[in-house]
């Protein structure tokens, strides 16, 4: 018994130490941090339509080619400013100008109201590569007008076979040309729209 009492001592003596010590605690896990929420993005919202710049060089609309005098004038005479219908009415008779001017930079004011009167004006941006092609045809179809060099001012008038006048008449200073046809219209008045969109003009 006396070899067998120091084991035994010995066992319990560990158990005991082995009670006192404290158990560890269960490990939390640690907290995990949650993304931040992403900024709110800005739905753009609709935007309105953009405003269609003018050609460089020319005014923005018909409203600023011509003084407030001139406007007034030419509404009463006509009543009308660019109409659905004035498309119809082209500001030259000649092809060749047409296509340079639809080609080029352009502004055209068509006062046309119901009826057989008409007063159609365009001012455009002549490229210098078109400059001596328009001349030639402004030689070509005005008769006694010189138009080889330095400023234009050609003019040719007709009557169709119903009797209604046509007035055409196209102004060239520099890269500006400013072509206008009038059917059945006051001569003065076409006369003194021609000149006042002009000093409107570059």
Excluded at 15 to 31: D, K
Excluded at 34 to 53: D, L, N, V, Y
Excluded at 88 to 101: E, G, N, Q, R, T
């Amino acid at each position: 018994m006396r070899r067998v009492l120091p084991a035994v001592v010995l066992a319990l003596a560990a158990l005991a130490l082995a009670a006192c010590t404290p158990e560890a605690a269960p490990t939390e896990p640690a907290p995990t941090e949650s993304p931040a929420p992403a900024a709110p993005t800005e739905t753009p919202g609709a935007t309105g339509p953009t405003a269609t710049a003018a050609p460089s060089g020319l005014p923005a609309d018909c409203a600023q080619a011509y003084s407030p005098a001139m406007q007034d004038r030419l509404l009463a005479a006509f009543a009308q400013l660019n109409p659905a219908e004035a498309a119809a009415v082209p500001s030259s008779k000649i092809v060749d100008l047409l296509d340079v001017i639809q080609g080029s930079p352009n502004l055209t004011c068509s006062w046309t109201p119901p009826g057989t009167t008409a007063l159609i004006s365009t001012a455009a941006l002549i490229p210098e590569e078109h400059q001596e092609f328009v001349r030639s045809a402004l030689t070509q179809n005005f008769p006694a007008c010189d138009a080889t060099g330095g400023p234009v001012d050609c003019e040719r008038r007709g009557e169709q076979q119903q009797g209604s006048v046509e007035i055409e008449r196209v102004v060239l200073r520099g890269d500006l040309m400013l072509s206008t046809y009038a059917l059945n219209a006051d001569p003065s008045l076409v006369s003194d729209a021609i000149a006042d969109m002009i000093a409107f003009l570059p």
